[in-house]
């Protein structure tokens, strides 16, 4: 697969200049089923055609039950929140997730969705989450210090590091640091449930039947268990300790539904604990990723940032009550999740014949709602491939429909996490930026590659100096 680069180092170095980083190149049109397959496999983003970033739905009635790509703002509007109930979440999902994380919030339906995402809600109101601030600058402290021990300007693996700071964050704010004997063997394990999930993803979607093998199978169930066996054990640990704290294992395990008074069975914790654990850092780590990337290939933006940093912060450690006033450093985070969402794709399924954007969808059919396509489509944005954190600045914002620029999905079954992960996304951001500068070294251009979460080819080589000239951070307040 051809990248698309049209700028390259040389224009980087000088403010001003455009850049526009790796995308991949579109197919003219949908493709016959094997290679629709192969391409699939291999990045499902490559699989979509032209039209996706062009029109605002386009139907593909081959094979199977038919499939519609849906991207315009007043559609997606439609499928996620005004008609929504015509449009659960598919099989496709459950298939792929269940063996990991059951019946949870991202995987259920309906009156069990709506009862466990009731009383999960209050764990995630931002005024609830400040307090985990400390724990998210200690992470990145960490982080810096690991960086602190390497040769000055040597490459570091961004992508390795991001997942290694973001799943301590997860770890200290889910289980507050009573999960050091599981950690190491869960963090392992849910990069093994990753790595071949577009098979499993392919499989579902063609219908294949279960007993059939496909690669990465087998691993992916082992994985799996050993994922689920942890957190079992973490639990169990921590309900003979009498639960107490408030991270977000004891806060789940205490909560109560609404109406009912009802808390979560033993199961559905260990499904909402893993969900969170698996939907919550590895999508964060991937914001994170790309946003080094792409300030590393345009200065001008870290330097912007560092200033903003000194100016709000100081050389402390960030507080919850300053994030909000971090405002370029957020609009960096936001153009590089538009460019790069870390969940690239949504699915739906067409519960009943319904009419959607001059076509008639029939029952069955899958709707697939391209993140990565809405945030690059020709109707929506200027120049939509060219890194542009000013399209951030609260008054260009406010002019976005509301799907426009949509991340964390939208409507009911909007991500739970999103304040969570702008709090600590910003707060990891800023922390890095003002204790090192990343360089690109001129040659990787990775292709954006979707493995449920937006990868990038070949890992995220960085060069990382760290700023010598800066004041030692304070302890995390
Ligand atoms: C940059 C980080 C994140 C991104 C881009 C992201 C993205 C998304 C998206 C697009 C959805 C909607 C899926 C759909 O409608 O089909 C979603 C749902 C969800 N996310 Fe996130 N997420 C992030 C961080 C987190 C964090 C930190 C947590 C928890 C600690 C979390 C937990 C969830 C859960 C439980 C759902 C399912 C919600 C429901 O179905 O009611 N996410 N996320």
């Excluded at 640091?177 to 963090?187: H, K, R, V």
């Excluded at 999508?283 to 903003?308: D, G, V």
């Excluded at 069955?364 to 396509?373: D, H, N, Q, T, Y």
Aim: glycine residues 6%; proline residues 8%; charged residues 20%.
């Amino acid at each position: 697969m051809t990248l698309t680069v049209a700028a390259m180092g040389k224009a980087d170095a000088s403010a001003g200049c455009a850049l526009y980083p790796p995308t991949v190149r579109p197919p003219a049109g949908p493709m016959p089923l094997r290679r629709f397959l192969f391409t699939f496999v291999r990045n499902p983003l490559s699989s979509l055609p032209q039209a996706v970033y062009e029109e605002p739905i386009v139907v593909f009635d081959g094979g199977g039950r038919g499939l519609a790509w849906v991207t315009a703002p007043a559609l997606t509007e439609k499928v996620l929140l005004h008609a929504s109930a015509q449009f659960p979440k598919t099989p496709l999902e459950k298939r792929v997730f269940q063996h990991t994380l059951g019946d949870g919030i991202l995987t259920s339906e309906g009156a069990s969705w709506r009862w466990q995402r009731r009383t999960a809600a209050p764990l995630f109101r931002p005024a609830d989450l400040a307090h985990f601030v400390p724990a998210m600058t200690a992470a990145a402290e960490g982080q810096i210090a690991r960086w602190r021990t390497r040769a000055p300007g040597s490459i570091a693996a961004i992508d390795r590091d991001m997942t290694a700071t973001t799943f301590q964050v997860i770890s200290n704010t889910m289980f507050a640091g009573s999960a050091d004997a599981e950690a190491a063997a869960i963090l392992k394990a849910s990069d093994g449930t990753l790595a071949t999930i577009s098979w499993e993803i392919a499989a579902a979607m063609l219908h294949f039947p279960r007993w059939l093998w496909y690669p990465g199978k087998f691993r992916r169930r082992r994985a799996a268990r050993r994922l689920r066996r942890a957190v079992e054990a973490i639990l169990i640990r921590r309900r003979a300790a009498g639960l107490v704290g408030d991270d977000l294992l004891a806060r789940l395990a205490r909560a109560q539904a609404p109406e009912t008074g009802e808390p979560m069975s033993q199961k559905q914790l260990v499904d909402n604990l893993l969900t969170f654990l698996a939907a919550g850092h590895e999508t964060t780590a991937k914001a994170l990723t790309w946003t080094l990337y792409l300030i590393a290939r345009a200065p001008q933006w870290q330097e912007r940032i560092l200033a903003e940093v000194h100016a709000v912060a100081g050389a402390g450690a960030i507080a919850a009550g300053e994030l909000d006033r971090l405002l370029i450093t957020r609009a960096v985070l936001k153009e590089a999740m538009r460019l790069y969402p870390p969940a690239p794709v949504m699915t739906r399924l067409v519960a009943e014949d319904i009419e959607l954007g001059g076509h008639t969808l029939k029952a069955g059919m899958l709707i697939l709602i391209p993140i990565f396509a809405v945030h690059r489509h020709k109707a929506l944005w200027e120049d939509p491939n060219r890194f542009d954190p000013e399209r951030f600045r609260p008054e260009y914002e406010a002019a976005h429909a509301r799907t426009q620029f949509m991340p964390f999905g939208f409507g009911p079954r909007t991500c739970i996490g999103n304040s969570f992960a702008m709090m600590e996304a910003t707060a990891l951001l800023a922390s890095f930026v003002r204790a090192a500068r990343f360089e690109w070294d001129g040659m990787h251009l990775p292709e954006p590659i979707s493995r449920v979460t937006l990868r990038p080819k070949g890992g995220m080589p960085l060069k990382v100096w760290l700023r010598e000239a800066i004041a030692p951070t304070r302890a995390p307040r």
